[in-house]
């Protein structure tokens, strides 16, 4: 799948700034049934400043349950919670659509301190 979208309008390096994305370890995965699509639940330890979140990931296509807990994602933490199903979901965990349209997740190429903002 390619993609079909133009780039996004020109912004200032302030508006960058006002999106939080942090990195942070996965503790937790589990399924997550009740989502309207399928999803697991996360919970990422994002350090002691921020702490642990949930997450509603779409990821159950090209990641398995097993190979998520211990593994660092990328987490925009500024957005409002929302509400998904059940839980809420506190942050936005970060991903890129393969060839098909499923989700990827976004990868460290090694590992850094939980909490790490991206710049």
Known sequence: MTSDTAPADTIGFDD???VDIRVGTIVS???FPEARK???RLVIDFGPEIG???SSAQITVRHSLDELVG???MAVVNFPARQIGPMRSEVLTLG???DEGNVVL???SQ????GGRLF
Do not use: H, I, S, T
């Not at 590992?111 to 939980?114: D, L």
């Open 16 to 18: 960058f700034l006002k």
């Open 29 to 31: 995965a589990e399924p």
């Open 38 to 40: 399928p999803a697991f």
């Open 52 to 54: 642990r979140k949930k």
């Open 71 to 73: 593994r660092q994602v």
């Open 96 to 98: 890129f659509p393969d």
């Open 106 to 108: 976004a990868a460290l």
């Open 111 to 114: 590992p850094v301190p939980n």
